[in-house]
């Protein structure tokens, strides 16, 4: 992985090169930044780099043996951990290196992907992925391990938000206090989630969303964009990659979120309470399974957002399409000062518990008959 295949965030990329130049590159960073970023991507290719035997002034050389390897996720003193869970090929004790295959092809098809895209392409199903006591006990024998070919070892940790607390305290004093010449790379969405012991160990590079005029730029050389077109897309996704892969694709998924909201907003408007629970059953059906109930109660608050944005803020800040903007045009005057903090605590909370196993089917109808109060609340009158 190149510098140069990263969409945007040049000033990153020149930070990093100067860490190398300067031998300053610190044993344990954490690459924060939202899906889409390109944060993972970024941090392979600083790892490539560091390892690069024939290094240029702004990337590596993409030639020299350790760089084909790290192209093709193969080399021997690189090591990826990542959220997993059982399968039909792996029913116990599931690690990273069960779906190496996977993951190297998943890489290979795109540099930006989804937490949601890899639980589909590993077929878990329902389960929560996750980093298990078990992830560690592995990682440990590879901090046992010496370097084969390059100066450094690296592990990359891709959502240490997944670590359990027995996970994470086997791994504190190795991240501390790794051996010589190891790094750490990790790279999360949420640092927020992360454990407090981890995250004060680790020296933060926040990967912010990509530029709208680079995007534009990407997607008209990528999907062979008119420029408005492009333009209107990076400006929808708000810097998020794969959000603007969705809106040139149509994603049906994005389309089933709005249907499925529309529904449940209606349902909750009038109380319909039979209504309420038939949805609560079909949003807990194995067609929805955590990690997309997650996904969709993030797509209901960048609904309330919309909404706000629509009743108090600037319109050139609003990013929904043609098909959520009609429905915004109903919907939004029922979000607004008087009632807004405590719908996005509702739904703020309720991905907290659903990442937390709650079950499901209560957590929604508990929301849902909240709603059915919170959408009655009248908006406050402005003030003579």
């Known amino acids: 992985m190149k510098f140069s295949k990263i969409i945007g965030h040049n000033k990153i990329k020149k930070h990093l090169l100067h860490t190398v130049a300067d031998g300053r590159i610190s044993h344990a ?28 002034k702004d990337d590596s050389c993409g030639d020299c ?14 090591h990826f951990i990542f959220p997993v869970a059982t399968s039909a090929d792996v029913k116990k004790d599931p690690v990273s290196r069960n779906y190496m295959e996977q993951w190297r092809e998943i890489n290979s098809d795109s540099i930006y992907f989804s937490l949601a895209q ?12 996750l980093i298990s006591k078990f992830e560690s006990a592995e990682i440990l024998k590879i901090l046992s391990l010496k370097t084969y070919e390059s100066e450094y070892k690296v592990v990359i940790i891709w959502y240490p938000e997944r670590f359990n607390i027995a996970s994470a305290n086997k791994l504190l004093k190795a991240i501390e206090e790794p051996p010589e010449k190891t790094l750490f790379l990790l790279v999360a969405q949420d640092p927020e989630q992360i454990i407090s012991t981890i995250l004060s160990r680790t020296q933060l590079v926040k990967v912010g969303r990509i530029e709208e005029e680079e995007l534009k730029q990407a997607l008209q050389s990528k999907f062979q964009l008119a420029e408005n077109k492009a333009k209107e897309v990076a400006h929808l996704s708000d810097g998020n990659y794969i959000e603007a892969k969705k809106i040139i694709e149509h994603s049906q998924v994005e389309e089933d979120y709005l249907n499925m909201f529309k529904k449940w907003m209606r349902s909750a408007f009038v109380a319909d309470v039979l209504g309420l629970i038939e949805w609560s059953e079909e949003i807990s059906s194995k067609d929805y399974g955590r990690e997309k109930q997650v ?46 903090i405590e719908v996005i605590e509702l739904f703020s909370d309720a991905i907290y518990h659903i990442e937390r196993n709650a079950n499901p089917k209560i957590l929604f109808l508990d929301i849902s008959l909240k709603l059915t109060k919170l ?10």
């Open 29 to 56: 960073q954490l690459f924060s930044g939202k899906e889409g970023s390109g944060n993972l991507a970024m941090a392979i290719a600083y790892a490539q780099y560091i390892s690069c035997t024939n290094k240029q």
């Open 65 to 78: 043996p350790s760089c084909i390897k790290y192209n093709n996720l193969a080399h021997p003193d690189l």
């Open 118 to 129: 890899w639980q589909d392409k590993i077929e878990t199903g329902n389960k929560r992925l």
């Open 295 to 340: 996904h969709f109660l993030n797509y209901g608050l960048r609904i309330f957002r919309e909404s706000l944005m629509q009743n108090y803020g600037d319109p050139s800040l609003e990013r929904s399409g043609e098909s959520a903007a009609q429905f915004l045009q109903k919907f939004a005057p029922f979000i607004h000062g008087a009632n807004c």
């Open 375 to 384: 959408l009655r609340v009248k908006a406050p009158q402005p003030q003579d």
